[in-house]
């Protein structure tokens, strides 16, 4: 999937020839902060680069538009994206609709239509890359997700566990000293959606400037952590309520693990056979075999 910042990068591009020196830092700064560079009006983007606030005015009509909010307006969808909150989308929703089976099967087919999109998206390259990190037995596997992203992030973590012992969950209240465990080489697993969590992106630059390797869910390529990714998965998250849906996240994250059982069978076989003994020693559950 192309990432949308393209668009802009094209129109910057068409524009060049013209630019002097202060337009091609403006152009970096665009596009190195896009979309939310955007969002800034032309004096708050002149004090960012400390530069003329009337030379940032006319750098907008050499790539094509006729001021700054017009270039904001053409990309109004990728910025609402981001910064949009689930308050904003209740407001918009509109009236409130009975509920009906039918209208609980429209949410089934969405969440259907999220999982054969994320499918459509996936390349053999990413999946392959994705096995290869997660197989080397010298990588240490450290997964991080805050808020509703946890959810995931610990869901992946349970999972992997059950065939690798140096798995871990990254706790938010203490990042960084947990970040501080992480050695050259070893890997980070990041799920990045919307709002977009600063410690996500914090947190992937660090272990790809420390020299680990970053595997990034996110549900758009402009998410923050996804330009830090070494292997990136896009999910779509579309809902017809005021929240995103995670349900082809967690359909990807079944698909790439049953994959991974075929290739550690034996080390599944053995982490079972402990843990059946463990249950029944401790007596966990009320139907033993």
């Known amino acids: 999937m192309e990432h949308p910042k393209n668009r802009l990068a094209e129109k910057i591009s068409q524009g060049a ?3 002097t020196p202060s337009d091609r830092i403006i152009a970096d700064y665009l596009l190195r902060a896009y979309p939310l ?3 800034q009006s032309a004096s708050e983007i002149a004090n960012e680069l400390d530069i003329n606030t009337t030379t940032v005015t006319r750098f907008f009509p050499k790539i094509g538009y006729g001021n ?12 609402a994206f981001m910064v949009n909150s689930p308050l904003d989308r209740f407001r918009t929703q509109g009236e409130e609709s009975k509920i009906t089976v039918d209208s609980l099967s429209e949410v089934m087919e969405m969440d259907l239509s999220n999982i054969q999109n994320t499918l459509s998206v996936l390349s053999q390259e990413t999946v392959a890359l994705f096995f290869e990190l997660i197989g080397d037995r010298h990588k240490a596997i450290f997964t991080l997700g805050t808020r509703k992203e946890f959810s995931l992030a610990y869901y992946f973590f349970v999972q992997i566990s059950s065939f690798r012992n140096d798995t871990r969950l ?10 501080a465990n992480i050695q050259p080489g070893e890997i980070l697993v990041a799920f990045d959606f919307r709002r977009y969590s600063r410690f996500h992106e914090k947190a992937c630059r660090y272990v790809s400037e420390a020299g680990g390797n970053v595997i990034v869910f996110a549900d758009s390529p402009i998410a923050p952590a996804a330009s830090l ?16 849906s995670y349900t ?15 290739m550690h069978s034996s080390d599944l076989e053995g982490k079972q056979a ?5 249950y029944e020693q401790f007596d966990v559950f009320k139907f033993q075999q």
């Open 37 to 39: 560079s955007l969002l």
């Open 68 to 79: 700054i909010r017009e270039a904001r307006t053409d990309f109004r969808h990728d910025i």
């Open 229 to 244: 990714a070494d292997c990136l998965f896009l999910v779509n998250t579309s809902g017809p309520s005021v929240f995103d």
């Open 274 to 278: 402990r843990l059946d003994s463990l």
């Open 248 to 262: 082809a996240g967690m359909t990807l994250i079944n698909a790439l693990l049953y994959k991974m059982v075929e």
């Open 170 to 179: 990254l706790n938010p209240a203490n990042l960084i000293d947990q970040l």
């Open 17 to 19: 020839e013209a630019f």
